[in-house]
């Protein structure tokens, strides 16, 4: 009788785990959504009912975009190189206000192709239509956190912001007990939110024991629009409305100084970092180094495919260690291993998720990814966790196993059907060049 | 009676000419190695000995990678994330001195197939051995400038400086009338080329109207250095010297004055730009908007493998329009049309190859890719330059010509047996290995 459902063996195993030990020629043992067991492969493949040869290549936790957009991939080249507010007030606002729910299955569907094609297993998304996101992510197998944006003035979604808490409330309510799926509730930011919004959101999310996600600090017209109307910076205005917290994920981080540091860390607030769109915004560049000095927990994400353009981690990873060297102008910053862990395991840990997932552990979900690495760029090996982030590209990842059920088997993607993805995709984008056009 | 030997049809043609022209549903007719017709396909696919169906993908001039050293793929992720000296004498250089001409033809072998394989059909190199990585080019079929690394030291290839003219006098010779390959004068930098070196090596580049080739202003320590050794800096050394002028290609160009640029342009010196290195290594940003202010041309390259760690051009230019809009902190600056001309029109003038490559033109040369855009990251497609730039990868790239030859097949490379040359790559990184334990 086989010991595992799946086992995937013949590869090196980078378990990420508290050691970050690696195991050569190792296997990952799977039974039900779980990881069963982990070890060298001594003796042949462990008997299972179904084995998955990694050929030689590297067994690595699915990573995890800590914060996207996942629909606006339907935007993704609409508009780019522009000024922001020309970028928001002609092309996304005008397109966001026509759009509905199917618009937003149907692009985050394509998301969820593109991330499972480049070894993403989980996302966190905030955007508009979220129980669609849900639905999609769920229909794709993939694992997610979705929380619908609210803010001070009606939305394409659910009207005005009294409805957008109910929503967000039935959201909770609605996947509770989803293995996939969880909820957090998303106010956009602390210049398009009210104090009372904030606070009522706040209040909300600590109700239900579920996150509380905010864009934060991202540009320095936010800064200052936040100075202008409050008197205090983004991070004291928060801290002073009571949200600081472990329960608080703040996306971006850019623009913060050594003192807001040591108050978002005192506070257990976890950050999440989006260097290219960061960078293609030309936003400023977030104080990673010194936010990990500070013991703050930082994941990494790709924002939407409006401002990056693509949902890709791995060149993620590679733009993140590339830019922080610059810009401490030492070449020893964010090493590999640290900005793999934060692709990983930092991004579970971000987003509370770190009992589940992030790394290959017994006991945790099954959410596992094989690279292949027999191909000329990957070719020779010295160093594995060089490779992933200096080297490696999503479309090396020839297999994902999400929450025990394989969900891409050799680039062929096994819970949606690729090719009517991208035909509705055709179709939407379609209405979004009429929609430009009026 | 065929037309056309080869026929490229069923895509949006990308000309990258004077007028950026851009023709959908277009076709591309290639007479023995030459272009001879571009057109709108109005009336089927013309005749042909051989018809390649782009498949409403993307048909783009071959990128063309503007400074490398392409045997240093044997070392990618040997080590990383060290300062650079310590990265240099207890890595680099101990493995460099080593070397023979065998390991050099290998490991340009395997970047010749990362190469094609990524989309770039010609590379100019810099580095040891430079005969074997011509005959490395020659046999992979891509068009490439080489020129072997002049110093002041003993070189484990030639050994003494007078033997180091003589080497490049021979290669020069050698390959005067091939097709693919030419030749160029390659001082390694202004501090580690003496004075008389580099006006002997910028006598050699007239002598025989090749270009000359420079480290220039790559590091704040470099520029310390000649300031320490010479009293100015490496640009008014360079200048005091004789070497600006037309003929000089000035790798890097990162630290660089506003009085500078307007020199190095006013002489006609043309650059190339390794924003992944120069953020990797910690060196610095290169000022290219300035630059192109300036009217100045200015090519993308990749460098090495041990500083970047990979040959993808596609992931360079997502790189460089994204770090210059950071750096300027203007979202506007190097817009996707002009990166894609950097890395194809521009390297070609930079290298003085645009009356051949960089562009498709009936009368150049048939340096031709297709980008297969039938993928959910590249769908749906509103503007061809946005997802060339910051969505696309060199993986998605599906067929190479060069000069005429099909290289690549649905990602098949016809040129060279691949697993032989990563079979080979696997041995000689076995002896790196064994160099480094001693």
Same mark, same amino acid.
């Given at each position: 009788?086989?010991?595992?459902?799946? &086992?995937?063996? #013949?590869?090196?195993?980078?378990?990420?785990?508290?050691?970050?030990?690696?195991?050569?020629?190792?296997?990952? !043992?799977?039974?039900?959504?779980?990881?069963?067991?982990?070890?060298?492969?001594?003796?042949?493949?462990?008997?299972?009912?179904?084995?998955?040869?990694?050929?030689?290549?590297?067994?690595?936790?699915?990573?995890?975009?800590?914060?996207?957009?996942?629909?606006?991939?339907?935007?993704?080249?609409? @508009?780019?190189?522009?000024?922001?507010?020309?970028?928001?007030?002609?092309?996304?606002?005008?397109?966001?206000?026509?759009?509905?729910?199917?618009? /937003?299955?149907?692009?985050? *569907?394509?998301?969820?192709?593109? =991330?499972?094609?480049?070894?993403?297993?989980?996302?966190?998304?905030?955007?508009?239509?979220? %129980?669609? &996101?849900?639905?999609?992510?769920?229909?794709?197998? =993939?694992?997610?956190?979705?929380?619908? /944006?609210?803010?001070?003035?009606?939305?394409?979604?659910?009207?005005?912001?009294?409805?957008?808490?109910?929503?967000?409330?039935?959201?909770?309510?609605?996947?509770?007990?989803?293995?996939?799926?969880?909820?957090?509730?998303?106010?956009?930011?602390?210049?398009?939110?009210?104090?009372?919004?904030?606070?009522? @959101?706040?209040?909300?999310?600590?109700?239900?024991? /579920?996150?509380?996600?905010?864009?934060?600090?991202?540009?320095?017209?936010?800064?200052?629009?936040?100075?202008?109307?409050?008197?205090?910076?983004?991070? %004291?205005?928060?801290?002073?409305?009571?949200?600081? !917290?472990?329960?608080?994920?703040?996306?971006?981080?850019?623009?913060?100084? %050594?003192?807001?540091?040591?108050?978002?860390?005192?506070?257990?607030?976890?950050?999440?970092? *989006?260097?290219?769109?960061?960078?293609?915004?030309?936003?400023?560049?977030?104080?990673?180094?010194?936010?990990?000095?500070?013991? =703050?927990?930082?994941?990494?994400?790709?924002?939407?495919?409006?401002?990056? #353009?693509?949902?890709?981690?791995?060149?993620? *990873?590679?733009?993140?260690?590339?830019?922080?060297?610059?810009?401490?102008?030492?070449?020893?910053?964010?090493?590999?291993?640290?900005?793999?862990? =934060?692709?990983?395991?930092?991004?579970?840990?971000?987003?509370?998720?770190?009992?589940?997932?992030?790394?290959?552990?017994?006991?945790?979900?099954?959410?596992?990814?094989?690279?292949?690495?027999?191909?000329?760029?990957?070719?020779?090996?010295?160093?594995?966790?060089?490779?992933?982030?200096?080297?490696?590209?999503?479309?090396?990842?020839?297999?994902?196993?999400?929450?025990?059920?394989?969900?891409?088997?050799?680039?062929?993607?096994?819970?949606?059907?690729?090719?009517? /993805? *991208?035909?509705?995709?055709?179709?939407?984008?379609?209405?979004?060049?009429?929609?430009? @056009?009026?």
């Amino acid at each position: 009788m086989a010991i595992f459902d799946i &086992v995937v063996a #013949n590869g090196t195993v980078l378990t990420m785990n508290q050691e970050n030990a690696v195991i050569n020629k190792g296997y990952l !043992g799977i039974v039900g959504d779980s990881i069963s067991q982990i070890g060298p492969l001594s003796e042949g493949v462990p008997d299972a009912k179904m084995a998955i040869d990694a050929k030689g290549g590297l067994i690595l936790p699915g990573l995890i975009n800590g914060h996207t957009h996942a629909a606006m991939t339907l935007f993704r080249g609409l @508009a780019d190189d522009l000024p922001l507010m020309e970028w928001l007030n002609n092309y996304i606002f005008p397109v966001e206000s026509k759009m509905d729910g199917d618009f /937003v299955y149907r692009g985050t *569907m394509l998301a969820c192709a593109e =991330m499972i094609l480049s070894g993403t297993t989980t996302f966190c998304d905030m955007y508009l239509f979220e %129980d669609e &996101v849900a639905r999609a992510a769920k229909d794709a197998g =993939m694992r997610s956190i979705v929380g619908e /944006v609210l803010y001070d003035f009606d939305s394409p979604n659910y009207g005005s912001l009294e409805n957008g808490f109910k929503y967000t409330e039935t959201l909770i309510k609605k996947w509770a007990s989803d293995p996939l799926i969880s909820i957090a509730v998303e106010p956009h930011a602390l210049f398009t939110c009210s104090p009372d919004l904030l606070q009522r @959101a706040d209040a909300l999310a600590k109700k239900y024991q /579920v996150p509380l996600i905010i864009h934060l600090a991202e540009t320095l017209n936010e800064i200052e629009e936040v100075k202008n109307r409050y008197g205090v910076s983004p991070v %004291d205005h928060l801290i002073s409305l009571g949200l600081a !917290g472990p329960h608080l994920i703040a996306d971006h981080c850019v623009h913060l100084d %050594d003192r807001e540091i040591a108050l978002l860390a005192g506070h257990g607030v976890k950050a999440v970092h *989006m260097p290219e769109s960061n960078m293609k915004l030309a936003s400023g560049v977030s104080p990673v180094p010194k936010l990990l000095d500070a013991e =703050m927990t930082v994941g990494i994400g790709t924002d939407g495919c409006a401002s990056n #353009n693509n949902l890709d981690l791995f060149t993620e *990873m590679d733009m993140a260690a590339k830019l922080h060297k610059l810009d401490n102008m030492d070449p020893t910053v964010l090493d590999a291993p640290t900005v793999l862990k =934060m692709a990983t395991i930092e991004s579970a840990r971000a987003l509370d998720l770190d009992t589940i997932t992030g790394s290959l552990e017994p006991g945790k979900k099954a959410d596992v990814i094989i690279l292949d690495t027999d191909k000329p760029h990957l070719t020779p090996m010295y160093n594995p966790f060089s490779h992933v982030v200096y080297a490696a590209r999503g479309n090396d990842v020839s297999h994902s196993i999400i929450h025990g059920r394989l969900v891409m088997e050799d680039r062929r993607l096994l819970t949606l059907d690729l090719q009517e /993805v *991208m035909e509705k995709a055709q179709e939407k984008s379609r209405e979004v060049m009429d929609w430009i @056009a009026k």
